[in-house]
């Protein structure tokens, strides 16, 4: 299948790259003409501008957006849209916030242009591990674009299978890395709530890190100090612990690096989805202390840094590049 890719950054250049070696055919633009130009280098088809991007788009054209939430993408969305004709699709796959999603969907189908949103996690490791997708829109508009999203998803993998799932007809998409969600908005809220639960998870191990680093404080009796190798420990427990995980495994890559992590700041930033997630627990009644709790953790780093903040850094940079360095 042909495809637009528009926003050639992190993940938006990599998958391109991901589909292409899948046989998928990819026309991109980017306002970094030098992000284009490598991309070309891969064996994308180059578009200077978006009226460029149509004219070799296929029919009907596939667009998928690679852009910032908010306005950029909402510009984006609506530049498309303005030379779309009826049964044209576009898909953004950044970090939107759902009820854009369906405020944009009945925009575009006065058009009969499609739209589809994917939730997409797999930072930057994703043109090797794969990505996966939690997408909401049209069900047969979803099922017609599965080469793309089936090129883009890890696969099974060496993942065992849940007992009783093969037997029990579930769809198979789920085993394979990505499902439909549901309709317009819903795969960005599972995303959303997939981030709040990152969240979460995250502050529990920089929480517990920081307080083994802390065992050797003077503030302890003596024989009460253990000065802890960090670095084994979240070794040894990547191998066979009830908590490992793939962001326990960028902690133990980055502690092995850099033991006291003093190329990060501390300073931890959030991309908003831990703040919607929230906001949508208010408005359902649902308790989230775990998750409120994280957000405001990050919010605090910003003030005063504490080491955990520096293992939240450090994980952040290990699955999606963000970069919160020391000024």
Same mark, same amino acid.
């Given at each position: ?7 050639? %950054?992190?993940? *938006? ?6 589909? @292409?070696?899948? =046989?998928? /055919?990819? !026309?991109?633009? &980017?306002? #970094? ?89 797999? %930072?930057?490791? *994703? ?6 997708? @939690?997408?909401? =829109?049209? /069900?047969? !508009?979803?099922? &017609?674009? #599965? ?92 191998? *066979? ?16 690096? &850099? ?69």
């Amino acid at each position: 299948m042909r495809l637009v890719m528009i926003g050639l %950054g992190r993940m *938006g250049g990599n998958m391109a790259r991901r589909l @292409m070696k899948a =046989g998928h /055919e990819i !026309v991109a633009y &980017d306002r #970094d003409a030098q992000a284009v130009e490598k991309l070309v280098a891969d064996g994308a088809i180059a578009a200077t501008s978006v009226d460029d991007a149509r004219a070799k788009a296929g029919t009907p054209a596939i667009w998928w957006v690679m852009l910032p939430h908010g306005e950029i993408t909402d510009g984006m969305v609506e530049q498309i849209a303005a030379g779309s004709a009826a049964g044209d699709i576009v898909i953004d796959g950044g970090n939107s916030f759902y009820k854009d999603d369906i405020r944009r969907a009945k925009t575009l189908a006065e058009k009969g242009v499609h739209y589809v949103d994917v939730g997409t996690s797999g %930072g930057v490791w *994703g043109l090797e591990r794969g990505y996966c997708m @939690m997408i909401g =829109g049209p /069900e047969q !508009v979803v099922r &017609d674009l #599965d080469p793309i999203f089936s090129a883009l998803a890890p696969g099974m993998g060496t993942i065992p299978r849940t007992r009783g799932r093969a037997e029990s007809g579930a769809d198979a998409r789920a085993e394979n890395g990505y499902i439909h969600a549901g309709p317009a908005g819903a795969g960005h809220f599972v995303k959303m709530v997939h981030n709040g639960i990152e969240y979460g998870l995250m502050q529990a191990y920089a929480e517990g890190f920081d307080i083994l680093k802390g065992k050797v404080s003077e503030r302890l009796p003596e024989d009460q100090r253990y000065d802890l190798n960090l670095s084994d420990i979240a070794e040894v427990w990547r191998r *066979g612990s009830v908590i490992s995980s793939w962001l326990l495994d960028l902690t133990a890559d980055a502690l092995t690096t &850099d033991g006291k992590l003093e190329k990060f700041s501390g300073n931890v930033a959030d991309s908003g989805e831990g703040q919607w997630t929230i906001e949508a627990a208010m408005e359902e009644a649902v308790p989230a202390n775990v998750l409120t709790t994280a957000l405001f953790a990050r919010y605090r780093s910003r003030v005063e840094h504490t080491f955990g903040e520096k293992v939240l850094s450090a994980m952040r940079f290990g699955f999606g590049g963000h970069v919160e360095m020391p000024q």
